[in-house]
DNA sequence: TCACTAGACTAACGCTTGTTAGTTTCTGAT
DNA sequence: ATCAGAAACTAACAAGCGTTAGTCTAGTGA
């Protein structure tokens, strides 16, 4: 998808790796011209203002879990099922695009115009994500335990993940995913 | 503990409150002080620097996880009761300073000079864990799994709790401790 | 009654912020 | 050789930042 390399890309993918560090408002235009060898002036040449980055950097990742939790809803599959593919697609996003992550999970109330647009696109998400618990429920595949401490647990850990990663790169994602995928749904008691 | 309320206090809790809504550089003297009914520069009868209330916040707040893990360590429990504990302990230092506990997650990086100190107390405190985990896979009590990722899972969850407590009151400390804990050490599934 | 203190105020400082205007430089295609 | 466009530059702006100095006021205890 995003393959294309501008300038612009690359603005932005620096600033995702500096909101990271410290959180869109305590990074300056300064800050992100020096990383990228220029001077702050020289990045009005790509972008429109500082807002406009963190717009890309949230948007775009909102869209895709939106668009994979679509396909996931819809698919033909239980509630178990569907769970372990929730927790791939985090680990897919998330592998792909560490630093931006962190923006999503911290930073996203720093929108102006697009705020209400995100927040709709979390609502529905969750809204998503809690159907399908309940689904679970009703079907004894999943713990009659509240439907929202057991979306709330789980997706804790996936919007965690972005800090993790990291570190601990010789996991690859699909390992990661299966390891999780034990833990989360099948408990760690023996 | 903390019963005293001088004024003070008063502004540290208004700040708490406000750098959990916008984060702590983004929020402004001007900002805190108008939450307050006050001018800016009153502020400086009562703190020393904008510093100082994130120093105040985030350090009472680490040194009061790791005095709780001190005792829960040496504790005479085993592995999994000591877990029970750990969750028991996030539950009620949350549920009594959710605002603070934003900037614990989301603004240590801003500390100057006690950053170290804090990285000190986590680092520790993130041991600690582990190693009741490991102890748990030792005896068999818990399932020979990566013993980090199950740390990171349950502390992920644990960390997060400071975003939805506020929004499930209803719910009291007890009550969601014990939800917490069948679903992360029993599992979701049926 | 008087001195003290807590806690507010006004005014201002030096610095940093995001951003704009206008200009120059490099590179590749015609 | 010329031109166009991409991408850098210098200089500067108005607004906002944390913080300080010095002052005023209301209430308390001696």
Same mark, same amino acid.
């Given at each position: ?57 949230? $948007? !775009?990742?909102? *869209? ?5 939790? +679509? %396909? &996931?809803?819809? @698919? ?60 679970? $429920? !009703?079907?004894? *595949? ?5 439907? +929202? %401490? &057991?979306?709330? @647990? ?37």
């Amino acid at each position: 998808m995003n393959v294309v390399n501008t300038r612009r890309d690359e603005i932005i993918k620096t600033a995702a790796k500096l909101f990271k560090e410290k959180g869109y408002s305590a990074v300056t235009m300064r800050d992100l011209a020096t990383a990228m060898g220029i001077k702050a002036a020289s990045l009005y040449n790509h972008i429109h203002s500082k807002q406009d980055i963190l717009k890309e950097i949230i $948007i !775009s990742l909102a *869209e895709e879990f939106t668009h994979g939790m +679509e %396909i &996931i809803k819809t @698919s033909d599959n239980n509630s178990i099922q569907k769970l372990n593919l929730i927790i791939a697609l985090h680990v897919d996003i998330t592998t792909n695009n560490t630093y931006g992550m962190a923006s999503l999970n911290n930073d996203w109330m720093h929108l102006e115009e697009q705020l209400e647009y995100y927040l709709k696109l979390r609502k529905n998400y969750e809204q998503d994500f809690l159907n399908i618990v309940k689904s679970g $429920i !009703s079907s004894n *595949e999943i713990i009659d335990s509240n439907p +929202e %401490i &057991i979306m709330f @647990s789980v997706l804790s850990t996936l919007r965690s993940l972005y800090l993790w990663i990291p570190k601990k790169d010789e996991l690859n994602a699909k390992d990661l995913a299966q390891n999780l995928t034990n833990v989360l749904i099948y408990g760690i008691n023996k």
